[in-house]
């Protein structure tokens, strides 16, 4: 895993910044030049299917039909097909149609990096997470998008309407340039948190904490209630609760440690697993496995994309109370408690994640995937008409609803009030939407696909597939925490970047093994200064001071 829990997709049983100036109005040149070593592309003579005055929020529609090559992961349990109504439909609305070349979620980002690195790669990349396109720079082998957002008027307008704009720096490279665009959302909540049973913590525990102190206390009732119980769990290697709750005690960690670096409050960067919040945070779980309050399987257990498999067991066996989750993942456990305890015997909540000594304070405000052009898009003579259809794609509303729902007054309604109702005799199976259905719009339609489907979402688009406690979940999130800043930009030019890989790998193996031997009790916490002095054996202040020089650069830059 993640984004990696930030970077990797995750189906929706289980479940990353951007921005740019807006483009004066008027007369757009169709020209740009870019530094991938193919020198200027000339748009006038590649504008071949494209549409003259191409404006957000309306339909792209090819003048002329053209095939365009896709990178499409797949995942096990949802294998792609030719037969799926996704594919004719956008290439009935849009006069494209794709060509794909599929690999496995096995493996999917070694071999799209295999595929770039021979020249093999198909046009579009999908499903890529910010950061995870700065080892193909350097190369060439991607398109600078800042060159040509002028020409996705939707992209453009969803970002100054989302207020999006300031976070373009923590996409910008060496160069200025940024090389990805990501799905913006309109409201930024983190996808994983806690998922608990509400009904055990509101009469056992005497309601829903709001710390992680208060989490502490109500894990000792649950566990003298429940005597046979770990009551809280993870299963994801540990990875998913150490990223959400790291915030909580001003550190990073989990999927989101990143490369280690953040902010140091006076504009520059420190190493996260070498600071004091971080300390704090190994030092408050480990009291928490010590005292029999966590199940420490859930945190040595593998994911293959789709969290530890005996985590809804135990929920549903009432051996666990909490664990690490998303929406797709409290419905997954109501379903398994369903069948032991019985409906209408329980509540399960998805709830924010708990605040700490730095307050009640969450992950910044971030992108979810979006995609990268091969270099050799730039040489089509379409290649203008794809960047007018992805921008369609990735940022239209229509196109949005179209890829989560499918066809309207087909697969289902839409109300006065924008509410939308899936027709009784079809499914979204992921989300627990008619259950039983003889056809699965995901399954067997392809609408809600992975690779497309999480990218961009305004807030009443993710609202119109999740459950009522969810909405819930967003509007106590955004009600009750603070995202943190984004970390100060500090991108690294092609020899630090091998520099930077050189010693970031050692230091993030020690990290995670000593993170988890802490937590576990296989190592003294009095020990932490010598921990601290083996990352400074490894050359932590050489990749402290390379990274901050890249900061003080950009700073210089791009004041």
Same mark, same amino acid.
């Given at each position: 895993?993640?984004?990696? #829990?930030?970077?990797?997709?995750?189906?929706?049983?289980? !479940?990353?910044?951007?921005?740019?100036?807006?483009?004066?109005?008027?007369?757009?040149?169709?020209?740009?030049?870019?530094?991938?070593?193919?020198?200027?592309?000339?748009?006038?003579?590649?504008?071949?299917?494209?549409?003259?005055?191409?404006?957000?929020?309306?339909?792209?529609?090819?003048?002329?039909?053209?095939?365009?090559?896709?990178?499409?992961?797949?995942?096990?349990?949802?294998?792609?097909?030719?037969?799926?109504?996704?594919?004719?439909?956008?290439?009935?609305?849009?006069?494209?149609?794709?060509?794909?070349?599929?690999?496995?979620?096995?493996?999917?980002?070694?071999?799209?990096?295999?595929?770039?690195?021979?020249?093999?790669? =198909?046009?579009?990349? =999908?499903?890529?997470?910010?950061?995870?396109?700065?080892?193909?720079?350097?190369?060439?082998?991607?398109?600078?998008?800042?060159?040509?957002?002028?020409?996705?008027?939707?992209?453009?307008?969803?970002?100054?309407?989302?207020?999006?704009?300031?976070?373009?720096?923590?996409?910008?490279?060496?160069?200025?340039? #940024?090389?990805?665009?990501?799905?913006?959302?309109?409201?930024?909540?983190?996808?994983?948190?806690?998922?608990?049973?509400?009904?055990?913590?509101?009469?056992?525990?005497?309601?829903?904490?709001?710390?992680?102190?208060?989490?502490?206390?109500?894990?000792?009732? &649950?566990?003298?209630?429940?005597?046979?119980?770990?009551?809280?769990?993870?299963?994801?290697?540990?990875?998913?609760?150490?990223?959400?709750?790291a915030h909580a005690f001003g550190a990073q960690a989990g999927w989101g440690f990143g490369d280690g670096m953040m902010d140091d409050g006076n504009g520059g960067l420190q190493y996260t697993a070498a600071s004091e919040g971080y300390k704090q945070m190994v030092e408050f779980f480990r009291g928490l496995v010590a005292d029999g309050l966590v199940d420490t399987d859930s945190l040595t257990a593998a994911d293959a994309g789709g969290g530890g498999a005996s985590v809804p067991e135990k929920f549903a066996n009432e051996l666990v109370f909490a664990?690490?989750?998303?929406?797709?993942?409290?419905?997954?456990?109501?379903?398994?408690?369903?069948?032991?305890?019985?409906?209408?015997n329980f509540e399960v909540l998805q709830i924010a994640p708990p605040g700490g000594p730095a307050g009640q304070v969450v992950e910044p405000r971030n992108f979810w995937n979006g995609f990268m052009l091969n270099t050799e898009a730039t040489e089509s003579e379409y290649f203008l008409a794809t960047l007018q259809f992805l921008d369609w794609l990735y940022y239209s509303p229509d196109a949005r609803e179209l890829i989560r729902w499918g066809v309207l007054d087909e697969t289902y309604t839409k109300d006065a009030d924008g509410t939308i109702t899936?027709? =009784?005799?079809?499914?979204?199976?992921?989300?627990? &939407?008619?259950?039983?259905?003889?056809?699965?719009?995901?399954?067997?339609?392809?609408?809600?696909?992975?690779?497309?489907?999480?990218?961009?979402?305004?807030?009443?688009?993710?609202?119109?597939?999740?459950?009522?406690?969810?909405?819930?979940?967003?509007?106590?999130?955004?009600?009750?925490?603070?995202?943190?800043?984004?970390?100060? =930009?500090?991108?690294?030019?092609?020899?630090?970047?091998?520099?930077?890989?050189?010693?970031?790998?050692?230091?993030?193996?020690?990290?995670?093994?000593?993170?988890?031997?802490?937590?576990?009790?296989? !190592?003294?916490?009095?020990?932490?200064?010598?921990?601290?002095?083996?990352?400074?054996?490894?050359?932590?202040?050489?990749?402290?001071?390379?990274?901050?020089?890249?900061?003080?650069?950009?700073?210089?830059?791009?004041?």
């Amino acid at each position: 895993m993640s984004d990696v #829990y930030g970077r990797t997709p995750f189906k929706a049983t289980r !479940r990353g910044l951007i921005g740019f100036s807006v483009a004066a109005s008027g007369a757009m040149a169709l020209a740009a030049c870019s530094d991938d070593g193919d020198g200027e592309v000339d748009l006038d003579a590649q504008s071949k299917g494209a549409m003259d005055g191409f404006e957000a929020d309306t339909q792209f529609t090819a003048t002329e039909p053209f095939t365009l090559s896709l990178l499409w992961t797949e995942w096990p349990d949802l294998p792609v097909t030719d037969t799926w109504t996704f594919f004719d439909e956008i290439e009935k609305r849009t006069n494209v149609k794709f060509e794909l070349t599929t690999i496995p979620f096995s493996d999917a980002v070694e071999k799209r990096s295999l595929l770039l690195s021979a020249g093999d790669a =198909p046009s579009v990349i =999908p499903l890529v997470y910010t950061g995870e396109e700065d080892s193909f720079v350097s190369s060439g082998a991607i398109v600078p998008m800042s060159d040509y957002v002028e020409h996705m008027p939707n992209f453009q307008k969803y970002v100054a309407e989302w207020d999006l704009g300031d976070m373009i720096d923590n996409l910008k490279q060496a160069d200025g340039k #940024y090389y990805m665009l990501p799905g913006l959302q309109e409201v930024s909540v983190p996808v994983f948190t806690l998922v608990v049973r509400k009904d055990v913590f509101e009469t056992v525990a005497g309601g829903i904490p709001e710390t992680w102190d208060e989490m502490r206390e109500a894990l000792v009732k &649950i566990k003298a209630a429940y005597p046979d119980s770990y009551p809280l769990a993870d299963g994801f290697e540990a990875q998913s609760m150490l990223n959400y709750a790291a915030h909580a005690f001003g550190a990073q960690a989990g999927w989101g440690f990143g490369d280690g670096m953040m902010d140091d409050g006076n504009g520059g960067l420190q190493y996260t697993a070498a600071s004091e919040g971080y300390k704090q945070m190994v030092e408050f779980f480990r009291g928490l496995v010590a005292d029999g309050l966590v199940d420490t399987d859930s945190l040595t257990a593998a994911d293959a994309g789709g969290g530890g498999a005996s985590v809804p067991e135990k929920f549903a066996n009432e051996l666990v109370f909490a664990a690490s989750g998303s929406s797709g993942t409290a419905i997954e456990f109501a379903q398994a408690l369903s069948a032991t305890v019985g409906d209408g015997n329980f509540e399960v909540l998805q709830i924010a994640p708990p605040g700490g000594p730095a307050g009640q304070v969450v992950e910044p405000r971030n992108f979810w995937n979006g995609f990268m052009l091969n270099t050799e898009a730039t040489e089509s003579e379409y290649f203008l008409a794809t960047l007018q259809f992805l921008d369609w794609l990735y940022y239209s509303p229509d196109a949005r609803e179209l890829i989560r729902w499918g066809v309207l007054d087909e697969t289902y309604t839409k109300d006065a009030d924008g509410t939308i109702t899936l027709k =009784p005799e079809f499914s979204l199976d992921a989300y627990n &939407i008619n259950p039983g259905a003889a056809t699965d719009i995901q399954a067997d339609l392809g609408w809600s696909n992975s690779v497309f489907a999480d990218s961009t979402e305004a807030r009443a688009l993710k609202e119109s597939y999740n459950t009522p406690t969810f909405v819930e979940y967003i509007d106590s999130v955004l009600s009750t925490r603070t995202p943190r800043d984004p970390n100060p =930009p500090a991108p690294l030019d092609e020899m630090e970047l091998e520099q930077a890989s050189l010693l970031a790998t050692p230091l993030k193996d020690t990290v995670d093994t000593n993170t988890l031997r802490f937590i576990m009790g296989d !190592r003294d916490i009095a020990e932490w200064d010598d921990y601290v002095a083996e990352l400074e054996a490894q050359g932590l202040q050489q990749y402290v001071d390379l990274v901050n020089g890249a900061r003080t650069r950009f700073e210089e830059e791009n004041s």
